[in-house]
């Protein structure tokens, strides 16, 4: 996590929802446990390209269970909107990862925040 204004998020608008932003930099990854029951889902999540420092761009997959349902590259240092394709679960724990591809090497990070199932 990093607070909005740090020496890290600096050259980016604060966080869209609190006052920190997940962070995915170069091929590290975040990644969280959560109960789902049986059905279809999406995830939603803004994200943005960390400003001033960026060797590139960012790429990140979304995973579910180690399974990619999404691949995403934010488009600008601006929180956007991202979805996934609509994925099957069923009921039972579940791990959400993104995981940062760094397609083009360098240092880059992408900025997440926001995330809806």
């Known amino acids: 996590m990093s607070a909005d204004q740090s020496g890290f998020t600096m050259g980016n608008s604060d966080a869209p929802q609190g006052t920190q932003v997940a962070f995915v930099k170069n091929t ?24 001033n420092v960026q060797a590139t761009y960012q790429e990140i997959e ?9 691949t995403i590259t934010p488009s600008s240092t601006t929180y956007g909107l991202y ?7 069923s009921s039972g724990p579940h791990t959400i990862e993104f995981l940062g591809l760094n397609p083009n090497g360098g240092d880059n990070t992408v900025f997440v925040d926001e995330v809806q199932v």
Do not use: E, K
């Not at 049986?38 to 960390?50: E, I, P």
């Open 28 to 51: 590290g990854s975040i990644s969280q446990q959560v109960y789902l029951n049986t059905g279809v889902y999406d995830l939603s999540f803004l994200a943005a390209q960390r400003a």
């Open 62 to 70: 979304v995973l579910l269970d180690g399974t990619v349902v999404g």
């Open 83 to 89: 979805q996934t394709p609509l994925f099957t679960v």
